[in-house]
């Protein structure tokens, strides 16, 4: 399976149109037809179904998609990694970050390693701990940032300096916003959102014996939009401090959970990778900064 039949197939589905594919890979319409019925030959399986004007995805096709993204992503990363093993003063760092507000650290020292070496390239994908450690697990990333403990036998880590607080995010006009921190008992037969991880790790731990009358009312991985539904008044957010604008202008407020509630965020990276020297540089900052 060649990478190059893999870019085409992916443009093609990204526009979903064969002529508007073909014009921005530069290519005629009947080189990328060949291609992408090559690739169908080889798999063995449709991977479109063709309409007048668009072209759409078949089930296999999608399948296929979700394995190429990944497997253009490792060999561009690859191809990254060779030109950049005789490079000390730039190259390429993937990174893969949970929500918190230590990101800030993190970003600070992006910023000294890049006031260093201003060819120094560097990028970000957002997730939670599955998501990052998935890619990680491919060799997408070389760093991820999560928030639970790394699995030792997997990877090395770092833990950050401080910790993140729990808190419950909900509208002013609650009845709850009255309280300077908010017990389990005051959350019992309420809708609550929060990340489906933290419900299974972190919200247990916390609520003890009344788990179990605790309400889920939808689960999220990012924060931010969970609190459009909290502005809404269809529920209440479980989520870190310092995730989103509580401020006075803010419609909504944050509550301390009681007991406090604290989880540790980690920079973890897998076991005996070997890194490029930008990447060596940036962990011998951090291991000096952490």
Sequence with gaps: MEIKNLRYFLAVAREENMSHAAEILHVTQPTLSKALKALEEELGKKLFTRHSFSIR????????RDRAEDLIAMADKIEQEFISLDDVTGGDIYFGLGESYQIALLAREIKKLKDKYPS???HITSGDTE???????????????????????????????ASDRWGAIMLKSHPLAKKKSIKVTDLIGLPLFCSEQ??????????????PELHLEGSFRLSYNASM????????????????NCSEESDLVFRPLSP?????LYLIWNKYQTFTPIAEKFLAQVRNSF
Aim: aromatic residues 14%; proline residues 5%; glycine residues 8%.
């Design 260 to 264: 406090r509630q604290e989880t540790k």
């Design 57 to 64: 995805l078949t089930d296999e096709g999608m399948l296929l």
């Design 229 to 244: 539904f909290v502005k809404e008044g269809l529920g209440i957010l479980l989520t870190f401090e310092h995730l989103i």
């Design 120 to 122: 120094f390239t560097y």
């Design 198 to 211: 933290s419900w299974n790790i972190e919200i247990p731990k916390w609520a003890g014996e009344h788990f």
């Design 131 to 161: 998501q990052v450690t998935e890619k990680l697990d491919k060799g997408i990333l070389d760093f991820g940032v999560i928030c639970e403990m790394p699995a030792r036998e997997k990877y090395e880590y770092l833990p950050f300096p």
